[in-house]
């Protein structure tokens, strides 16, 4: 049975119900198609360093993942932000801080680097 108090407590101290966004970074493949494992694991080292150095992580309203695969195996790393699903391809350090700077703070996709939206209908 669930430790509901422990589940609670956690959820607390993350933020979770005040995150804005998520965005889920696929790297650490166990089998790496989409990019070279260790490409993955610098733009996820760098995801990490960034959000927090912005204290945009726990109560800065930015939860991040790191996604084993997101099954889109081409032009990674590939992400996702969400609740707007949108996807980016070609996730470099450098793309990730144009995500960071004009998405997941600014609201507005970095275009040049989505190739999926979720559809609203």
């Known amino acids: 049975m669930a430790n509901l108090e422990a589940l609670k407590s956690t959820a607390e101290f993350r933020h979770i119900a005040a995150n ?18 260790e490409a993955g694991l610098a733009s996820w080292a760098f995801l990490k360093k960034r959000l927090d150095e912005l204290g945009l992580v726990d109560a800065g309203g930015v939860y991040r993942t790191k996604a084993n695969c997101l099954r889109v195996c081409h032009d990674g790393p590939i992400a996702v932000v969400y609740p707007e699903g949108t996807w980016y391809h070609s996730c470099t350090p450098d ?19 989505v190739f999926a939206v979720k559809s609203l209908t």
């Open 20 to 37: 804005r966004r998520h965005i889920f970074l696929c790297c650490d493949q166990t089998k790496p198609e989409c990019c070279q494992k």
């Open 95 to 113: 793309v990730l801080e144009r995500i960071i700077q004009e998405h997941l703070i600014g609201g507005n996709p970095v275009q040049e680097y």
